[in-house]
């Protein structure tokens, strides 16, 4: 079988066709102007389909990758950063109009099942991706296939309390991971600390190399809830390997001074846990969509 898959992000919509073998065959992608309303939306993303699955020589499965959580119960899509999204029954009315069968996930759970497929972590049973970017998420892959649990919460890690009456959160609650780890995050501490307003990259491109007393309590201040956050994952899923995803696991220190944060909080006197950088970018939402077809 033949497999579609489709990252519906903010700015654009990419569609992938990958053989049984999940070699890429077909692969597009168009903007996804918003401001045209959930339509004009639903129709680019049908058109975009069947122009793919033309080129197909056999059935094909289909699965959407997008921001957000799908309400299981009412297929309704909530908390997408498409707002015109919200609230729309996206899968009823794709599947209607493509007259099949689709499969949608979101972006954390897609990113961690093209990694522990493709990418990363292929050569690892039981998979924790993470997401860390403007949000902090994570997905759970077991066997390779996506565990949600009960609640359609597994991997939800950047909700978990890291510091009670911390933060507040975008969620309602405070002192979640996200408002300590995410980008946006970062950026407001490090303007709270006395620095000038500066991205992420900006910031560790000017004093990583050259730190001030403010950098240095930024960095040690990051380093310690990174690894307080991640050790309480892996002391409760323990899993084969963690893969990091999002721009801000494109800091370096991460990989070695974030992982020795991370495996001194680990209940186990082998703390060789992998955290490992991902390989796929990215292209891993667009092909954990196709891979939804198998899970």
């Known amino acids: 079988m033949n497999r579609i898959g489709i990252d519906l992000g903010g700015t654009k919509i990419e569609v992938i066709l990958l053989s049984s073998a999940n070699k890429v065959v077909e692969r597009t992608r168009i903007p996804t102007n918003q401001r045209d309303g959930y339509e004009a939306i639903i129709e680019r993303i049908i058109n975009l389909t069947k122009k793919v699955r033309s080129k197909a020589k056999q059935e094909c ?36 109009a493509l ?22 972590g292929k050569n690892y ?8 970017g403007t949000g902090v998420g994570g997905g759970l892959i077991l066997n390779r296939r ?45 303007v709270e600390l006395g620095g000038k307003a500066l991205s992420l990259e900006n910031i560790i491109e000017s004093f990583e190399n050259n730190p001030n007393e403010e950098y240095l309590k930024w960095r040690k201040e990051y380093l310690a809830n990174f690894g307080i956050a991640l050790s309480n994952v892996i002391n409760i899923i323990d899993p084969d390997a963690v893969i990091l995803g999002g721009g801000v696991s ?46």
């Open 125 to 132: 049973a039981v998979v924790f991706g993470v997401i860390i």
């Open 99 to 120: 007259n099949c069968s689709v499969k949608i996930d979101n972006d954390a759970n897609c990113f961690a099942m093209a990694e522990a497929l493709l990418g990363a």
């Open 146 to 190: 996506i565990h949600h649990g009960r609640l359609f919460i597994a991997g939800e890690w950047g909700h978990q309390i890291l510091h009670p009456n911390g933060r507040k959160c975008y969620c309602g609650k405070m002192g979640c991971v996200e408002t300590y780890l995410s980008g946006p995050s970062l950026e407001k501490y490090w």
């Open 250 to 295: 494109n800091i370096s220190f991460l990989y070695d001074e974030g992982i020795v944060a991370v495996r001194e909080n680990i209940f186990s006197t082998k703390d060789d846990t992998p955290i490992l950088p991902n390989k796929l970018g990215d292209s891993a939402g667009v092909f954990g969509a196709a891979l939804l077809g198998q899970d």
């Open 61 to 96: 499965s289909i699965g959407i990758c997008t921001p957000g959580a799908l309400d299981m119960e009412t297929g309704i899509l909530k908390n997408s950063n498409t707002v015109c999204l919200i609230g729309k029954p996206i899968k009823t009315d794709l599947e209607n």
